[in-house]
């Protein structure tokens, strides 16, 4: 049986990481979505807002956990049984950030595969970053990311 | 189960191939290295000296098969009951090409999943063609594939 | 008046090249679609096939004319009182090789311009050489390419 | 007739920024640079101080406006009459992020064109925060922007 | 006689650095470690640490000192009579960069050249910020910097 | 004493080529240019030709010498006692094959250095073979080359 671990800020989950993991989780027996528990200094939703805007979105996905974490995401995958750690890419820049995070992870633990599936064309476009930037001016964001945290995001940005 | 199809030229089984064919067999219930049964124009070996060569060098894997095939990677995937394409990335310029054909591959056959090993840091400057290239200028090819690989090119070069 | 030259072998046309000329007729006031006519070496269609191909898929624009030409880029956007090329960008890769184009461009012609698209998202994966790729092991071409394009591929590997 | 937009922070306005700005003026019946109106937390100037310094550099072009504005780029661009967003490439790592930018403008507002010039060879090196950290160890900034931003920027050094 | 400088942060000295100076070290006649003096607001260790955890790791090498610098880096190397700037480049990412700044220096100083060694593959996934994460989380950095500098780190990450 | 190979085909020397020879003559004590005696299947030139016309462009550096070779360029960094090769980036693309060439060689030859110089912002664009296709096309090739090596290029293009 092969655990994936697929580790993330998540800050909110957007269509493009609900892909990824969907499509993780088509492929491996048991996924466990793994949120850095974090001080939100950098970030928009608490640790506890990420944790249940993802589970939401992944609910009916029954070989599909979320988890909050903090350390090393090698460290979290030996202590839940993982063999795999779940990176989506989006461009090359991506995968420049990756490859670095990918080696360095090898060297902590060279039984832990890292595995990266390429964003769907439709999410090409959608970091997290950009998302909240385009909300926070008023865009549209319909399509980027599920009802539910499309409501959280404007809740925080009408405050 | 997961079936994963590993696909390239294989002219010759390098090392680094070999190293992603492992990683990929331990991760994935089975593993297909499928060899290009292409006229041999621009490779150096036969379809049956490529099989043959990979074959020996990953005889100590249960769960891998080695085969040639022709048509479209995602059309030998479909028949094998493969949900999984495996690819090796060794750099930024692999990456893109690779991300062209993944997004082909998945507007020819949506339900197959790509999925991208990194190179281990000891293979990264390790392609077939510059293995080639150093081995007919007389270079040493020590621990850059096995060894029964190292003896097929040094015949081909002695011709 | 601005007008654009889109020079390319368009062997054959795609879904893309229509897509970018299509985009270029609505923001410059002409523009001429420019196939080199080269010898067939390496092309799958003639110059007249390319033409009579291009000029069918774009016959609704009445502002867009297509011609084949040889000689430099530059020397037929003179000649055309052309001020601005255009040039659809795909990729990093794309844009390394356009960026190179573009400096000898203006190195050649300073008073031209060179004036990139970015593909849109659903052709990102679709060049001409990959197409032809998947024509020839039997995959669906559909919504790659025009429906004439697409007869003339069959007819063309069916030979 | 087509509009163009050319949006950035310009903090402050570099000789690259005036030269993207004059060839767009060329190809182009009206430009709208505009200046993003943002706190000036990483900012150097002000909103008033880059938007004057822009528009003394761009006084000689009649066809050129330079406005501040908040919001998103493409409903500035709306409000215009504007078809296009004008953006200056640098190198691949610009084109990166610009790509991500265009493909996100293109889902929010598919009716308008992002249009890439190739920075000339003279500003390749010329970034605005290069620039500010080359004055303020005080590097000669001569030949890389207008003798009034340089007269700025050495005020704003010296207090 | 040519001398090379080798500026950076050093925050703190990894493996990658030291052999990066050390092969400097090997191919010019003198190298001066130039460790930038600034405040302590973004790096971990101050300007005198950093210069003292540089120092010990190449006592043995006769024909490199290391010191503090502030200001540009071509001024440095004009005072130090030093024909040469020296930079390791990990990937593609680091070689936009650092192509940026060797731009710049070239306009600022044109009789200074900039000259890049590839970092060795065993250090290519080994940033100084990388390297810190990891530390703060507890990994292993056994063999990535010397017993000295790991101590330093523990220490800083106790308190 | 420190002996630099910078190795390449230099079919034609352009000056661009003949730029990266001259600097590295300024840093280095002694420079062989290494011209690779290819049978001219995909060159223009023949081996005493473009040995000819490099030896003819850099006459007036006391320090640097042209020969050509065949083989490894390693090895023949060793026969010359040479401890460094000399390579040019001009842009990303060059980097990834730089790259892995670089490690290539470190491999095989662990004691010679691979150094990179970044080509000047005016020879950016001017890559040998662009020079060839412009030069059959009829554009002009002024300072691009020597006048000795642009009498070649256009006797090779009127036969």
Redesign the interface.
């Known amino acids: 049986m092969?655990v994936a671990v697929y580790p993330g800020s998540f800050d909110p989950a957007t269509n493009g990481h609900i892909d990824i993991a969907t499509?993780a989780a088509?492929?491996?027996d048991r996924v466990i979505v793994a949120i850095y528990d974090r001080p939100a200094k950098n970030l928009l939703f608490t640790t506890e807002e990420r944790v249940d805007m993802m589970a939401k979105a992944l609910a009916g996905l029954p070989n599909v956990a979320v988890h909050s974490f903090?350390?090393?995401v090698?460290?979290l995958a030996r202590r839940s049984g993982a063999?795999?750690i779940v990176r989506g890419?989006?461009?090359?820049?991506d995968?420049?950030?990756?490859?670095?995070?990918?080696?360095?992870n090898?060297?902590?633990a060279p039984e832990i595969?890292?595995?990266?599936?390429?964003t769907?064309?439709?999410y090409?476009?959608?970091?997290a970053s950009?998302l909240k930037e385009?909300a926070v001016?008023?865009?549209?964001i319909h399509n980027?990311v599920p009802d539910h945290v499309a409501s959280a995001l404007r809740k925080k940005f009408l405050r």
């Open positions: 092969t499509r088509a492929i491996f903090s350390g090393l090698v460290d063999k795999v890419l989006r461009a090359s820049a995968f420049e950030y990756e490859f670095e995070m990918a080696l360095m090898r060297k902590l595969e890292v595995v990266c599936l390429m769907s064309v439709e090409l476009f959608l970091s950009l385009v001016l008023g865009g549209s980027m």
